[in-house]
């Protein structure tokens, strides 16, 4: 009888205790929650930066010097002309820096909640209504796809400010960002190929 009961065990659902060691190994996963809670300061860092740069381009459309020479600095918008009051060119750049901040804050939040959620316990969010849609189906392997594509649009906005700074940028700063930017795309592909491989769709892809 006392050889059936992990197979009882296992029928039944209910698993039996783990061992020192593989309990030891098991329980050390909980080390990473320091790295997460580091991320959560880190967001909250990017939090206050953004809230900053915002109250700066108000007081800035508002007539304040102060504040433009601030946004112009942040921003390493260089001209010729000097710069008395917000242009278009000036805006533009602002409000690329704060999706620049908003994209990598959601950046961190998959970092934090996915990892979390993958690496070291559940939390056990089914039902709630604000659940994030992609937490549901959450893996390694789709979190490696959903942060290449974040870190892709990073990139594309880092390249954009780039392109209507191009007079700030040498020929060689521009053809390497470019560079850069490409090979992120082609490193998005060959992970989402890779991850296509390892678990082709329902049916063969057809």
């Given at each position: 009888?006392s050889?059936?009961?992990?197979?009882?065990?296992?029928?039944?659902?209910?698993?039996?205790?783990?061992?020192?060691?593989?309990?030891?190994?098991?329980?050390?996963?909980?080390?990473?929650?320091?790295?997460?809670?580091?991320?959560?300061?880190?967001?909250?860092?990017?939090?206050?930066?953004?809230?900053?740069?915002?109250?700066?381009?108000?007081?800035a459309?508002?007539?304040?010097?102060?504040?433009?020479?601030s946004?112009?600095t942040?921003?390493?918008y260089?001209?010729t002309?000097?710069?008395?009051?917000?242009?278009?060119?000036?805006?533009?750049l602002?409000?690329?820096?704060?999706?620049d901040?908003?994209m990598?804050?959601?950046?961190?939040?998959?970092v934090?909640v996915?990892g979390?959620?993958?690496?070291?316990?559940?939390?056990?969010?089914?039902g709630?209504?604000?659940?994030?849609?992609w937490?549901?189906h959450?893996?390694?392997?789709v979190l490696?796809?959903?942060?290449?594509?974040?870190?892709?649009?990073?990139?594309?906005?880092?390249?954009?400010?780039?392109?209507?700074?191009?007079?700030?940028?040498?020929?060689?700063?521009?053809?390497?960002?470019?560079?850069?930017?490409?090979a992120?795309?082609?490193?998005?592909?060959?992970?989402?190929?890779?991850?296509?491989l390892?678990?082709p769709?329902?049916?063969?892809?057809?």
């Amino acid at each position: 009888m006392s050889n059936l009961d992990p197979l009882l065990q296992n029928r039944t659902g209910k698993s039996s205790p783990l061992r020192p060691l593989p309990n030891l190994i098991f329980a050390s996963r909980w080390l990473q929650l320091p790295l997460y809670l580091g991320l959560i300061v880190a967001q909250g860092v990017y939090v206050v930066h953004f809230l900053v740069e915002l109250l700066h381009l108000v007081e800035a459309a508002f007539g304040s010097e102060e504040a433009l020479k601030s946004l112009i600095t942040s921003i390493g918008y260089k001209t010729t002309a000097p710069i008395n009051t917000l242009n278009e060119t000036v805006i533009m750049l602002v409000v690329l820096a704060l999706i620049d901040v908003v994209m990598i804050s959601n950046l961190l939040i998959m970092v934090i909640v996915g990892g979390y959620e993958t690496f070291v316990s559940r939390m056990n969010l089914e039902g709630h209504r604000d659940q994030p849609e992609w937490l549901s189906h959450v893996n390694a392997s789709v979190l490696k796809v959903k942060l290449a594509t974040a870190i892709i649009g990073i990139s594309s906005i880092h390249l954009l400010k780039t392109f209507i700074n191009a007079d700030n940028y040498s020929d060689r700063v521009l053809i390497a960002q470019t560079a850069i930017h490409i090979a992120f795309l082609l490193s998005a592909m060959a992970i989402a190929y890779t991850d296509r491989l390892m678990s082709p769709p329902p049916g063969g892809g057809h």
